[in-house]
């Protein structure tokens, strides 16, 4: 069935949401077996659809992020997925506060697969606005992600 990946951030509203829509129209596009979800390691948006500003730029790139529902990070996360992708140090800080006794599941920055880009983080578009910068290192950190996973035997 693929690697189990799951995206972090802290809102689950706006960039593991749009990491998740991403990588899932891009690994369809080149006929990769991967399964994907999101989650936040807040639950100030537990239940709720994506950041209308969000949903709205990804949309304008052909992203559909509207069935996509805000939850929290959980630390059977960590027995439920092959690999853990954060978007920023405090997400990594958090998610492995929360890792169980002996769990081997890596966690990696998401920047970390676009080793070309001058950026460790993905600035979180909530508080800059910039939205389509959010998305354009998404896009490109995506690339990355899917030609790692499909590297791997
Ligand atoms: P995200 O952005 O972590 O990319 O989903 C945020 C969304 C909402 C809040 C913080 C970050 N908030 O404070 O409600």
Redesign the pocket.
Known sequence: MGPRVLFV????????PAAEAVVRAQAEARGLAIRLDSA?T?G??EGEAP?PPMIAAAARRGYDMTQLRARRFRPEDFANFDLIVV?DHANRQAVDDLRPPNSPTPVRLFMDYAPRVAADEVP????TRDFDGALDLIETAADGLLRALAAQP
Do not use: Q
């Not at 951030?9 to 593991?16: A, H, T, Y």
């Not at 979180?124 to 508080?127: A, C, I, L, R, T």
């Open positions: 951030c802290l809102g689950n509203i706006c960039r593991s936040g807040s100030w948006h950041y978007m979180d578009p909530y508080y």
